[in-house]
C-alpha cells in the first residue's frame, strides 16, 4: 500500500487524533449520560465525570503558553476545538455548586479570551492558520473512506475467493438439491402410486350383460365381475378388522359390458369413512351422482352422513403437491451448504467498506476516485504534522 501510494505513517499526528477522540468520547459520554440520568446515583457519577472533563480542558488551557512558543497553530487549533466541545457539553446545567458553576464560567471565558489572545500575536499569519483548519475538516470528513482503502488492501484477494468459492457451493447446492429432489419425488410417486400416502384403494371392475334399469341410474348385469387393484399385492388396502378404520380415498372405474354390444366406463373418485359407514363423492362422470369436492354429497343420500358431510375434500394429488413444495421450501434452507464464516465477514467488511467509499466520493467535490481520497489524506496529513508536535509531552 505504501509504495502505490507513498503513504506515511504519521505517528505523532494518530497520537493527536487519538487524544482529540478520546477528549471528544468524554465529551460525548457526558451529554449522553445527561440524557439518560434518572436517578440520584447516576447524577453524582455524571457530576464526577463533568469535574474531571473540566479538569483537563484547564490543563490544557494552562499547557498551551508554552506548547504556542513552538507549534503556535496547533496550539490554536486544539484550543478552538476544545473551546467548541465545551460549549456544546454544556456543564452549568450539570453543577449545582456555585464553586463549579463558576470555575465552569471562568474557563469559557479565560479560553476564549486565550484564542484570541493567540490569534493576534504576531508570530500567526491567518491565511496559514486557515488552510491548515481546512485541511484539519478536510482530513477528518475523508478520514474513514481513507482507512476503508487502506483496510480494504489487505482484503483485495477476497472478493476472487469469495467468488470461486460461491461458486463451487452454487453447483454443489444444485446438485445435492437436484438429488434430493429427485429422491423425494420418486418416494412421494411410489408412495402415492402404490396409495400409501395419502392412503388410497385404486382399482377397476368389469360388468358383462348389462341392461340398464329404466327407472335409475343403476344396471341389471350377469355378471358383476371382481374388483381388482390395479397394483395387486403393491397397493395399499384398508384394514377394516380394526377397531377405528382410518378413513381413505378410493379411486375406481368401472367398465359396463352391454347385452347390445356397447360399452361405458364410469369413474368414481371420493373419500370413505368406514367407522361412520359414509362415503362421499369428489369426481365421477356417472349419469345421476354428482361430485364436488367443496360441500360433497353423500354418495347414498343417507341423512346422518349428509349431515355430518365435509366442508371440503381434499384430493390426495394436492397433499402430495402440498408436501413436495413444503419439503423444496425447506430444502432451499435445510441444506444450502453456507460461505466459512471468515470469508463470509471479509466480504461483508469490504463491501461496508466499499459502501463508504463511494459515499465519500459521492459526497465531496474534491475527490472522484480513491486515489484521490488517500493523496489529499496524504496532503493534509503532511501538512497537519509540519505544524504539529513531535514529542507526545508537547499534546494539549
Known amino acids: ?11 505523532n499526528l494518530g497520537a493527536q487524533m487519538a487524544q482529540a477522540r478520546a477528549q471528544s468520547a468524554t465529551h460525548q459520554e457526558l451529554m449522553h449520560q445527561t440524557r439518560l440520568m434518572q436517578s440520584e446515583s447516576q447524577r453524582k457519577n455524571t457530576v464526577i465525570q463533568a ?3 473540566l479538569v483537563q480542558c484547564e490543563n490544557s488551557l494552562n499547557k498551551s503558553s508554552v506548547v504556542f512558543e513552538k507549534y503556535p497553530y496547533y496550539t490554536i487549533l486544539r484550543l478552538e476545538y476544545i473551546a467548541e466541545e465545551f460549549r456544546g457539553s454544556n456543564l452549568q446545567s450539570l453543577f449545582t455548586e456555585i464553586h463549579d458553576l463558576r470555575i465552569a464560567n471562568e474557563f469559557q471565558i479565560n479560553i476564549d479570551n486565550k484564542i484570541r489572545d493567540l490569534r493576534d500575536d504576531n508570530s500567526v499569519f491567518e491565511e496559514k492558520l486557515s488552510e491548515l483548519r481546512d485541511n484539519m475538516l478536510g482530513m477528518e470528513r475523508i478520514a474513514d473512506a481513507y482507512n476503508c482503502i487502506i483496510q480494504n488492501e489487505g482484503l483485495k484477494d477476497t472478493e476472487p475467493e469469495y467468488n470461486r468459492i460461491r461458486n463451487n457451493l452454487t453447483e454443489k447446492n444444485k446438485n445435492r438439491k437436484m438429488l434430493l429432489t429427485i429422491a423425494v419425488s420418486i ?4 408412495s402415492y402410486t402404490t396409495g400409501f400416502f395419502p392412503n388410497t384403494v385404486r382399482g377397476t371392475s368389469e360388468w358383462n350383460g348389462c341392461e340398464p334399469l329404466s327407472e335409475s341410474n343403476y344396471y341389471d348385469c350377469e355378471d358383476y365381475g371382481e374388483y381388482e387393484l390395479y397394483l395387486e399385492s403393491f397397493s395399499w388396502e384398508p384394514d377394516f378388522d380394526t377397531e377405528n378404520p382410518r378413513p381413505y380415498w378410493y379411486f375406481e372405474s368401472t367398465v359396463i359390458n352391454f347385452n347390445d ?11 370413505s369413512y368406514p367407522n361412520e359407514g359414509c362415503a362421499y363423492l369428489a369426481f365421477t362422470n356417472a349419469e345421476g351422482l354428482s361430485g364436488s369436492i367443496f360441500n360433497p354429497s353423500s354418495w347414498w343420500n343417507d341423512e346422518y352422513c349428509q349431515e355430518n358431510a365435509p366442508f371440503v375434500l381434499i384430493i390426495p ?4 403437491l402440498f408436501v413436495f413444495g413444503l419439503f423444496y421450501l425447506l430444502s432451499r434452507r435445510l441444506f444450502r451448504l453456507k460461505m466459512p464464516l471468515e470469508i463470509e465477514e471479509e466480504m461483508t467488511t469490504k463491501l461496508r467498506n466499499d459502501i463508504i467509499i463511494e459515499k465519500t466520493i459521492s459526497s465531496y467535490e474534491n475527490v472522484s476516485t480513491e486515489d484521490d481520497i488517500v493523496n489529499n489524506f496524504s496532503y493534509y496529513s503532511e501538512n497537519i504534522s509540519k505544524n504539529s508536535p513531535t514529542d507526545n509531552s508537547y499534546l494539549i
Do not use: H, N, R
Open 317 to 320: 394429488e394436492l397433499t402430495v
Open 261 to 271: 354390444g356397447t360399452t361405458l366406463t364410469e369413474y368414481f373418485y371420493g373419500k
Open 1 to 11: 500500500m505504501s509504495k502505490k501510494f507513498g503513504w506515511v505513517d504519521y505517528a
Open 51 to 53: 469535574k474531571q472533563y
Open 187 to 190: 418416494i412421494l410417486l411410489l
